[in-house]
């Protein structure tokens, strides 16, 4: 088994900065793709960003330029640093990994933006 716990959400004002972490333990290989994905009440969850354990990054294009993924191997951690930040980046921000054909997903954190 995996979990996943993110940390790090919270209220910011527009043009502010946060940064999320997800901490991965449990049964885990040496490689593995972790990212983020956010959702509004109602509507469905959106791929936000993810790191291969090769270290290839994708990010969406709503936040390209804005967001930053980065990988601590030795922590099996995740971080999503967020700048710029607008209201329509207000949500709940999800942790996933993908391991060996399964999906994990940590509990959700919140991240508003005020404008």
């Known amino acids: 088994q995996v979990q996943l716990v993110e940390s790090g959400g919270g209220l910011v004002q527009a043009g502010g900065s946060l940064r999320l972490s997800c901490a991965a333990s449990?049964?885990?290989?040496?490689?593995?793709?972790m990212g983020w994905f956010r959702q509004t009440a109602g509507l469905e969850r959106d791929f936000v960003a993810r790191?291969?354990?090769?270290?290839?990054?994708n990010y969406s294009e709503s936040v390209k330029g804005r967001f930053t993924i980065s990988r601590d191997g030795a922590k099996n951690q995740i971080n999503l640093q967020m700048g710029s930040l607008k209201p329509e980046d207000t949500g709940t921000y999800y942790c996933?990994?993908?391991?060996?054909?399964?999906?994990?997903w940590g509990q959700g954190i919140q991240v508003t933006v005020s404008s």
């Open positions: 996933k990994l993908d391991r060996l054909g399964f999906t994990y």
């Open positions: 790191i291969t354990g090769a270290g290839t990054i």
């Open positions: 449990g049964t885990l290989g040496a490689i593995n793709t």
